[in-house]
C-alpha cells in the first residue's frame, strides 16, 4: 500500500510546483495592475445595483422625502382701492373716484424642512402679502396632517428665498438635505414636491434642462423681479408647488421651486433656484435676520438701449460704439449724477461697451455703494461722470420702451 501512496504523493507535488510556476508566468505578463512594491492599486468602482430601476430609484427618493415636505397657509387682512369707474381711468390715465375697502385672502404654497431646529424654507413670495395687505398667520401642514403656527424669520424679496419658523413642535421631520448644483448633469432626473392648487402631496417628474436662465416676473403692482441664475426644468410647476423642494434620484434637494414660464403656449418650463443659491442666501438670512428688499448689487438708475442707425440719427451721436441711455429714473444715481436721456455711455471704469446687456451685466456685478466712472457723450460733449452706486431693488417698475 505505501507502494502505491508514495508515488501518487510525488505526482501531486510536482503538479503543485508546476501550476504555482505556470500562474506566476501569467501574472507576470497580464495583471499589470496588480498592486505590489512597483505598482499602484487600480481603480475600484462600486458594482452597480443590479434589479434596481430608475423608477424604483424615484419611488425611494420621494418615499425618504415626502414626509419633511410641507404645506403653507397664509391668512392676509388689508385694504385695497377699488375704482367706481374704470373708464375714467382707462380714458384719462388718472385714478377716478372710488372706495377703499377691507379684505381678507387666503394664499398657499410649500416648502420644506431645513434644519433639526423647526426652520423652513420656502419662496419670499408665498409669505409676501400683496400691496395693501398683512400677514396676520401663517400655518403650516405637516404631512401627517399636524398643523402647527409659523413665523417669518427672514425673507429675501431678490432672491424669493424666505425662512419661517415652527416653535417647539416634537414630531418634526428630519431635514432634507442640498444637493451642490454646480454638479447638475443637463438631462439628470429631477422631481418636483409641493401642494399645486392645495392638493396635498403631489409629485411630478420631468429632468434638468438648462441652467443659468434670467426671468422676469411681474408682480401684483405693476412691478417685475428679474431673477437671475434659474434652474430650467421639465418637472411640471403649479401654483402651490412655490417654495417646495426639486429633488434628484438620491432624494437630495438640487433647487427650490418657484415658476413657469409665462406664455400660455409653454409647456415643461418650469424654473428652480438652484440649492448652492439657496444655500448662500439662507447662511446670509440666519446671520441678518429681517426683510431684505434689495438685491446687494449694483444699481444705476438708467434703461440702456443698444444704439442703431435710427438712433444715433435721432441724437446726432457720430461715434463707432457705446451705449444709449433713453430713460433715467427719477432720484436714481444716475438722476443725481446728471445723466439724461439720449447720453451715450462710451466706457465705464475705462471698458468699452457696445451692448446694454453686458454694460448693465457690469453695473449689477458691483457692490451698493462702489463708485462707477462713465464717459459719456452728451449733446455733441464729451464728460466725465463718477457715479456712487445704490442698491438694485429687487422690484422695479415694467420696463415700457
Known amino acids: 500500500m505505501k507502494t502505491r501512496i508514495l508515488p501518487a504523493l510525488i505526482t501531486a507535488l510536482a503538479g503543485a510546483v508546476i501550476g504555482s510556476f505556470v500562474m506566476l508566468l501569467y501574472a507576470s505578463t497580464h495583471l499589470k495592475n496588480v498592486a505590489g512594491p512597483n505598482n499602484t492599486a487600480p481603480p475600484v468602482s462600486a458594482a452597480p445595483l443590479t434589479g434596481v430601476s430608475d423608477q424604483d430609484r424615484i419611488v425611494n427618493a420621494v418615499k425618504r422625502t415626502k414626509a419633511s415636505v410641507v404645506a403653507i397657509q397664509v391668512q392676509i387682512n388689508g385694504q385695497e382701492y377699488v ?79 424666505a425662512i419661517i419658523k415652527v416653535d417647539n413642535y416634537a414630531k418634526l421631520p428630519p431635514p432634507l438635505q442640498l444637493a451642490d448644483s454646480d454638479r447638475l448633469e443637463q438631462g439628470q432626473w429631477a422631481i418636483a414636491i409641493g401642494e399645486p392648487l392645495q392638493l396635498q402631496q403631489t409629485v411630478t417628474l420631468g429632468v434638468v434642462s438648462a441652467f443659468n436662465r434670467n426671468e422676469e416676473i411681474a408682480t401684483e403692482n405693476g412691478t417685475a423681479i428679474d431673477f ?21 434620484i438620491d432624494g437630495q434637494v438640487i433647487g427650490i421651486n418657484q415658476s413657469t414660464a409665462p406664455s400660455a403656449y ?9 440649492s448652492n443659491t439657496v444655500r448662500r442666501v439662507v447662511a446670509s438670512l440666519e446671520a441678518h435676520p429681517g426683510i431684505h428688499q434689495g438685491t446687494n448689487e449694483g444699481y444705476l438708475g438708467v434703461y440702456l438701449e443698444n444704439l442703431n442707425t435710427g438712433l444715433r440719427n435721432q441724437i446726432g451721436y457720430e461715434g463707432s460704439g457705446g451705449v444709449e441711455v433713453y430713460e433715467v429714473i427719477g432720484g436714481s444715481p444716475a438722476d443725481q449724477a446728471g445723466l439724461q436721456p439720449g447720453d451715450v455711455v462710451i466706457s465705464a471704469d475705462g471698458k468699452n461697451f457696445n451692448s446694454s446687456a453686458a454694460l448693465q451685466r457690469y453695473i449689477e456685478a458691483k457692490r451698493p455703494g462702489e463708485e462707477l466712472r462713465l464717459d459719456l457723450w452728451s449733446q455733441g460733449n464729451r464728460r466725465l461722470a463718477v457715479v456712487k452706486l445704490g442698491e438694485r431693488p429687487a422690484a422695479q417698475q415694467i420696463q415700457q420702451p
Open 228 to 248: 437671475k441664475g434659474l434652474l430650467q426644468t421639465s418637472a411640471p410647476i403649479n401654483p402651490g408647488n412655490s417654495g417646495g423642494p426639486l429633488i434628484d
Open 83 to 161: 375704482p367706481m369707474d374704470s373708464l375714467f381711468q382707462q380714458f384719462f390715465g388718472q385714478q377716478g373716484p372710488g372706495y377703499t375697502q377691507r379684505f381678507q385672502a387666503r394664499d398657499s404654497g410649500s416648502g420644506f424642512v431645513y434644519d433639526t431646529q423647526g426652520d423652513i424654507v420656502t419662496n419670499a413670495h408665498v409669505v409676501t402679502p400683496p400691496q395693501g395687505g398683512h400677514v396676520t398667520s401663517i400655518t403650516v401642514v405637516f404631512a401627517n396632517g399636524d398643523k402647527e403656527p409659523a413665523h417669518i424669520v427672514a425673507e429675501n424679496i431678490g432672491a424669493d428665498i
Open 266 to 274: 409653454a409647456q415643461g418650463i418650469g424654473f428652480a433656484i438652484p
